[in-house]
């Protein structure tokens, strides 16, 4: 029988050894949120929330970013992601996806919608 606590080691080392293997467009986006780069806005990379990893976070925005390749086209993979993300939102975090292509093709235009969500999910902005 596996118990909670071996499940959430697992969760634990999964999101410790994901960084060490990030796609090309997570390291680009993370080379620009990284440091509070993006207009002094915090982000962590690969949280745990709850059963779940996400690959970046704002707490104070409550904001989830997800970078997906065409493995997310799969409809195992699409309906998996759904859940999460209903999950995600009801836990009262605002989930907004980009797709491979926008980070390799659109950086400015992901790094605005970004800046935005955060301004407009945090009553005073950080310093």
Known sequence: MV???AVSQKI???????P???TSQ???LWHHLRANRLAGFHFRRQQVIDRFIVDFYNHAARLVIEIDGSVHDDPTQANYDHVRQKFLEEKG???IRFRNQ???LHLEEVLQKITIECEGNISERPS
């Not at 634990?12 to 994901?18: E, F, G, I, P, S």
């Open 93 to 95: 975090l605002k989930v």
């Open 26 to 28: 997570e390291k680009k």
């Open 102 to 104: 926008d980070m390799d």
């Open 3 to 5: 118990t909670q606590q």
């Open 12 to 18: 634990l080392n999964t999101a410790k050894d994901h």
């Open 20 to 22: 060490k293997n990030p």
